[in-house]
């Protein structure tokens, strides 16, 4: 009886740390996107700096929120790169990530219209983004999926008693954008 309680016990610690690794894998994923995006975003507010042609201010404070939300978001990043099971990393990121989107519509709504080269140069970039945009969500519902699987099995009974002791937590997932929601 105790042979087969040590081997069910190191079964379920087993299948725990499989679940998740494999919640860490999704979020590689999801690391890859966002760093494209942290280029865009910082490639974007480049070419602007360099146009030096900026003629409204609002158009100058949206510019000017790109390389920030790139940073934050590049910060957020490098941490949850190091723990992305942790909850309050994956919200940071998550904020990170809502606040780059919100800066990037509104710098493209700003910068069409200001000359046929800056809207051909942003047409092409925010076909870029909305490529970014869909290969982001198919990542982050992946790892949304693998975290939900992890925080499954670690939350039933008796597998909840391995995870306590070995001190597995339950992470947690992407919420959804409410940068979205925000587009006309």
Same mark, same amino acid.
């Given at each position: 009886m105790l042979a087969g309680l040590v081997f069910w016990v190191i079964g379920a610690f087993k299948r725990l740390k499989r679940l998740r690794a494999g919640s860490k894998q999704a979020f590689a994923a999801v690391e890859m996107q966002f760093?494209?995006?942290?280029?865009?975003?910082?490639?974007?507010?480049?070419v602007q700096?360099?146009?030096?042609?900026?003629?409204?201010?609002?158009?100058?404070?949206?510019?000017?929120?790109l390389l920030p939300s790139a940073d934050l978001l590049e910060a957020a990043l490098q941490q949850a790169k190091s723990h992305p099971l942790r909850p309050e990393v994956i919200a +940071?990121?998550?904020? &990170?990530?809502?606040?780059?989107?919100? #800066?990037w519509q509104a710098y493209v709504q700003l910068a069409c219209g200001q000359d046929d080269a800056q809207d051909a140069h942003v047409q092409a970039q925010s076909q870029r983004w909305l490529q970014l945009m869909a290969l982001q969500?198919?990542?982050?519902?992946?790892?949304?999926?693998?975290?939900?699987?992890?925080?499954?099995?670690?939350?039933?009974?008796? +597998?909840?008693?391995? &995870?306590?002791?070995?001190?597995?937590? #339950?992470?947690?997932t992407f919420q959804k954008d409410a940068a979205l929601l925000m587009q006309p």
């Open positions: 760093m494209q995006a942290v280029d865009l975003l910082r490639n974007c507010a480049r700096e360099l146009k030096e042609r900026v003629s409204s201010v609002s158009l100058q404070h949206a510019h000017h929120a +940071a990121l998550d904020s &990170a990530w809502q606040g780059a989107q919100v #800066a969500t198919h990542s982050t519902a992946q790892f949304n999926r693998a975290v939900q699987d992890y925080n499954r099995a670690i939350a039933q009974f008796p +597998a909840c008693v391995v &995870a306590r002791l070995s001190g597995l937590k #339950a992470g947690r």
